[in-house]
């Protein structure tokens, strides 16, 4: 399938993460086994992360610009820890300074916003249930943090296209186990979901989809819809 393809980032491989199958939760769940539970093993990617794809995607997008560039959004630490681990290999590579700016809400875990602190500075803000656009990230962050940021590029708005993570469909594509098939995705803001459902409507293909999250995300839907 094209588009099926994983990114040499600097000698860490991104994207295009393997299929394993899950005979304990296949048997739990299926005992007659008319189903087959795979898990996608995105910890293979830099960070043990999906959004290593967003991040390397990104900072690559930038890659001539030889000013200081910080990389900015809302983080409940895998964007932050993606961008921030990707930025210094960038860094360390090309000699280009590369960082992330952390918008976190001030209730925070110490020990997240400590490791976010070592990529670039963690901004407190009162975080609601309301999206904030790319502009938006861009205002607090220019409001918040010094000059020695370079030039500064939001990430993670709410109008962000998700580009990087439709090839996640096309990798669960490839599989060709399209038989009544169930994508369970993990939320926090929604926007990997959302790229990969896009991703399969490209292919004119529909799977059922299930969204997982908890009680702690700010976003998550609390009436059952969206």
Same mark, same amino acid.
């Given at each position: 399938?094209?588009? $099926?393809?994983?990114?040499?980032?600097? !000698?860490?491989? $991104?994207?295009?993460?393997?299929?394993?199958?899950?005979?304990?939760?296949?048997?739990?769940?299926?005992?007659?086994?008319?189903?087959?539970?795979?898990?996608?093993?995105?910890?293979?990617?830099?960070?043990?992360?999906?959004?290593?794809?967003?991040?390397?995607?990104?900072?690559?997008?930038?890659?001539?610009?030889?000013?200081?560039?910080?990389? !900015?959004?809302?983080?409940?630490?895998?964007?932050?820890?993606?961008?921030?681990?990707?930025?210094?290999?960038?860094?360390?590579?090309?000699?280009?300074?590369?960082?992330?700016?952390?918008?976190?809400?001030?209730?925070?875990?110490?020990?997240?916003?400590?490791?976010?602190?070592?990529?670039?500075? $963690?901004?407190? $803000?009162?975080?609601?249930?309301?999206?904030?656009?790319?502009?938006?990230?861009?205002?607090?962050?220019?409001?918040?943090?010094?000059?020695?940021?370079?030039?500064?590029?939001?990430?993670?708005?709410?109008?962000?296209?998700?580009?990087?993570?439709?090839?996640?469909?096309?990798?669960?594509?490839?599989?060709?186990?399209?038989?009544?098939?169930?994508?369970?995705?993990?939320?926090?803001? !929604?926007?990997?979901?959302?790229?990969?459902?896009?991703?399969?409507?490209?292919?004119?293909?529909?799977?059922?989809?299930?969204?997982?999250?908890?009680?702690?995300?700010?976003?998550?839907?609390?009436? !059952?819809?969206?």
């Amino acid at each position: 399938i094209e588009g $099926v393809v994983s990114v040499d980032f600097y !000698g860490h491989p $991104v994207g295009n993460t393997p299929m394993h199958p899950e005979e304990r939760l296949s048997s739990r769940y299926s005992p007659e086994r008319m189903a087959h539970v795979f898990i996608k093993d995105e910890s293979q990617n830099p960070t043990r992360t999906v959004k290593a794809r967003y991040a390397a995607a990104e900072i690559m997008r930038y890659a001539g610009m030889e000013e200081p560039v910080t990389f !900015g959004g809302i983080t409940a630490g895998n964007l932050g820890v993606a961008f921030g681990e990707l930025g210094k290999i960038f860094s360390e590579r090309t000699g280009f300074k590369r960082r992330f700016a952390s918008i976190v809400d001030r209730k925070m875990d110490k020990r997240i916003r400590k490791r976010l602190a070592e990529y670039g500075p $963690v901004v407190d $803000v009162e975080l609601s249930k309301d999206y904030l656009t790319s502009s938006q990230i861009l205002d607090i962050l220019t409001k918040n943090i010094d000059g020695s940021a370079g030039r500064i590029i939001p990430v993670g708005g709410v109008d962000y296209d998700g580009t990087s993570y439709r090839t996640i469909a096309r990798e669960l594509y490839s599989t060709g186990v399209r038989s009544n098939w169930h994508v369970y995705v993990p939320v926090g803001g !929604g926007e990997t979901l959302a790229s990969v459902i896009e991703g399969f409507e490209e292919l004119e293909e529909m799977p059922h989809f299930v969204g997982a999250t908890n009680e702690q995300n700010l976003f998550a839907s609390t009436n !059952g819809s969206g």
